[in-house]
């Protein structure tokens, strides 16, 4: 039996670069803190006195400035890591990611590979209100070129860390603030987690709920929920948001005929929004009710604890929406 490891979800993440930076000297990690601060959430703690200034590298507050850095390191061979210390941030940086990074293999006509990883929080943490609240995966998701990846537990988060770190195209590695401090066993031994592979995560016969993310966790909730009542719902972790492992949504919802997608972005033009059109292109005939999608609500982030909860999706507002879709 495989020797297994209780650890925090930071601490997987820490893992996996320190595995990858030991296996491949092109390896850096660069952002604001991430050396002498170990880290805004404490994800490179440790890693500055290990792999010293030149291969994990404090920036000053310049997000375009170190990101287009090293969108030119991995054009040049290197395999940078960015750390934003939240993904909210990288929009200052989102001329060096959209135009070059995405873009730059097939503008070069396959000269240059841009084997590089931007990594951080994505999503709400707690009363951080509206500029500090942005899910960024659909706004990214628009733009060919680019591999989105959403762990929502600590296996998947080092199991996919470095596989995007071995992937030779650009990669969105989305975390939540939230689930940092969440703990699971996993191996002691190295292991990878495929990219493009979703995850049936609980089983069932009578309706499918697909999300991801910290999402997971309050699906989890309503899958137990459910069962109470003697409902029997299969549950879904995309893990990769792009490119979207629509077979596994197809195979369950042509199981169990309906559909329920859940997502911490908004609802128009949202992750759910292409997911339910593809789940109709392919589950028209199996479909035994519209689908669903319980998503952020159209509205900046409050500020008040109380509308915050108001306006992310809640077990309370997942389970209606179930139960609509099951007409009980």
């Not at 084997?115 to 500029?131: E, K, L, M």
């Not at 733009?143 to 030779?168: E, H, Q, V």
């Not at 197809?250 to 309906?258: C, D, G, L, N, P």
Request: glycine share 6%.
């Amino acid at each position: 039996m495989a020797e297994m490891q209780l650890i925090e979800f930071r601490e997987a993440l820490r893992q996996a670069l320190d595995e990858e930076m030991t296996r491949d000297d092109r390896v850096f990690i660069m952002g604001e803190e991430v050396g002498e601060y170990n880290g805004a959430y404490k994800i490179t703690k440790g890693m500055l006195d290990k792999w010293g200034p030149k291969r994990v590298i404090d920036t000053p507050i310049s997000e375009l400035g170190f990101a287009g850095l090293c969108v030119g390191a991995a054009m040049t061979g290197l395999r940078p890591v960015v750390e934003f210390m939240s993904f909210n941030f990288s929009f200052v940086a989102a001329d060096q990611i959209i135009s070059n990074a995405i873009k730059m293999h097939y503008m070069s006509g396959n000269r240059f590979s841009v084997p590089i990883v931007f990594r951080g929080p994505n999503g709400a943490a707690a009363q951080v209100s509206s500029q500090h609240s942005h899910c960024v995966e659909a706004i990214y998701g628009n733009f060919p070129g680019l591999i989105i990846m959403a762990p929502s537990n600590a296996y998947d988060a080092k199991g996919l860390l470095k596989s995007a770190i071995r992937n030779n195209n650009p990669v969105l590695f989305l975390e939540s603030e939230l689930t940092y401090g969440d703990k699971q066993e996993i191996p002691t031994k190295e292991y990878l987690v495929p990219i493009g592979k979703a995850k049936v995560i609980e089983s069932g016969k009578d309706i499918t709920i697909v999300t991801h993310g910290q999402m997971v966790s309050v699906c989890l909730k309503v899958v137990k929920e459910l069962a109470k009542k003697g409902i029997k719902a299969e549950l879904i972790d995309l893990r990769t948001i792009k490119p979207l492992d629509i077979a596994t949504i197809i195979a369950s919802v042509r199981k169990t005929h309906h559909a329920v997608l859940v997502e911490e972005g908004h609802l128009f033009a949202g992750i759910t929004a292409e997911t339910a059109y593809q789940i109709q292109e392919h589950c028209f005939d199996d479909l035994d009710a519209p689908i669903e999608r319980v998503c952020q609500r159209e509205t900046p982030m409050p500020y008040s604890k109380a509308l915050e909860k108001e306006t992310m999706p809640t077990v309370e507002r997942i389970l209606a929406a179930v139960y609509r879709n099951l007409n009980l």
